[in-house]
């Protein structure tokens, strides 16, 4: 449809702030095209990616979009990128709740907390 393909337009746009791909990525969510949503954010995280916020958002994203992997990978990105910090708000983000009951899941979130000297 027109929509989709204005989106994805914009989203091919290389000299758009990374902060646009954000506010696109709403419209689409006003619009329910998660699809969307998902590919906004990962444009976004292209360019800004130590946001572990985004990184959870796309995992919520793509968990309701039953991608369960891409989902799982989204999640360790914000781990690696904020440590405890995404931790405590995977655990309590109901939006990432289909995901509670896999093993791979849970590991992530169990993982001791490394330190760099």
């Known amino acids: 449809d027109a929509f989709e393909k204005h989106i994805r337009t914009m989203l091919k746009d290389n000299d758009l702030p990374p902060s646009a791909y954000l ?3 709403e ?3 006003d619009s329910h095209r998660l699809d969307l949503v998902a ?3 990962e444009r976004y995280l292209e360019r800004e990616p130590n946001n572990e916020d985004v990184w959870i958002d ?3 994203t793509l968990t ?3 991608q369960p992997d891409e989902a799982l990978h989204a999640v360790g990105r914000a781990i690696d ?3 405890e910090k995404a931790v405590e ?4 983000d109901a939006r990432l709740n289909p995901m509670r009951h896999r ?3 849970q590991a992530l979130l169990i993982q001791p907390t490394q330190t760099h000297d």
Request: aromatic letters at 4%; charged letters at 10%; a neutral charge.
């Open 23 to 25: 506010q696109i990525g």
């Open 27 to 29: 419209m689409c969510v």
């Open 39 to 41: 590919m906004a954010l």
């Open 58 to 60: 796309l995992a919520a």
């Open 64 to 66: 309701s979009l039953n």
């Open 81 to 83: 990128v904020a440590g």
């Open 89 to 92: 708000t995977i655990r309590t």
């Open 103 to 105: 093993t791979d899941f």
